[in-house]
């Protein structure tokens, strides 16, 4: 039997990479980013691998987009669960310096799509007996490494999020999944942020990049798409690249 997942966050780095990896293993998909033309590039390039894909282009933080991502994955069929992989970091000012609108959009990006996603989602898939929902969490959930407060606040409850969903509908696997320091848009953005924490965050990513520690996006999304091929002894876990 054939089977959906959403996945957020599909437009580039490690989501473009799990959309294709998805893609090879069988999956059809309803991928979703906020940047249109990015997104529709990937579901072209994920229907030439043999799937099906739908695109859905908007915040999956808003109720009607993750309404429309769930409805289409009804309508393709065998609809699965979903990965949450959309984030945004908006790093360099202190957290209490962050401007009112950057600090709800990383919630929004992190945090409420996370909910809004489980909103839709959980009724549909509960009564069936089985699925599987991921969220893509970071090790910031657990530092306060200045420069990057808000993402780390959003983090730290969205895979709290994802362990109460597991202690709530255990019938259905969830589980975080922390990719590990990967190249991605956000590991440049801390490269090059500007504001009062910018220093520390320079030392610690341009660190990352010359100490030759970044993974790439592919080998990020090969090791969650081996994971899904046993996940339910994951459930309510925090597992990582590492543990494949």
């Not at 309404?67 to 209490?96: C, D, M, S, T, W």
């Not at 520390?200 to 790439?216: D, S």
Request: proline share 5%; with cysteine; glycine share 10%.
């Amino acid at each position: 039997m054939r089977r959906t997942l959403i996945l957020t966050g599909a437009s580039r780095g490690i989501g473009r990479a799990l959309a294709l990896e998805l893609a090879r293993s069988g999956y059809d998909l309803v991928l979703n980013a906020r940047s249109e033309g990015p997104l529709r590039q990937v579901a072209e390039e994920v229907r030439a691998l043999g799937v099906r894909a739908e695109a859905v282009a908007g915040s999956a933080g808003q109720a009607k987009v993750a309404q429309e991502l769930v409805r289409k994955a009804e309508a393709l069929g065998g609809f699965y669960g979903y990965i949450h992989n959309a984030g945004v970091l908006h790093p360099g000012p202190l957290v209490y310096e962050l401007a009112e609108p950057l600090f709800l959009e990383v919630l929004e990006a992190n945090l409420i799509a996370g909910y809004q996603l489980a909103r839709f989602a959980y009724p549909l898939l509960r009564p069936r007996g089985e699925g599987v929902v991921v969220y893509v969490g970071s090790g910031a959930a657990e530092s306060n490494l200045p420069g990057i407060g808000a993402y780390a606040v959003a983090k730290a409850a969205e895979e709290h999020l994802a362990k109460q969903l597991a202690a709530e509908v255990p019938e259905i696997t969830c589980f975080v999944y922390r990719p590990g320091v990967v190249e991605t848009d956000m590991q440049r953005q801390a490269r090059e942020a500007q504001g009062s924490a910018a220093p520390v965050l320079h030392q610690v990513f341009r660190g990352y990049k010359e100490e030759g520690l970044l993974l790439t996006p592919e080998r990020a999304a090969e090791a969650l798409v081996r994971l899904l091929q046993r996940p339910r002894q994951y459930h309510g876990r925090i597992v990582s690249w590492r543990d494949t």
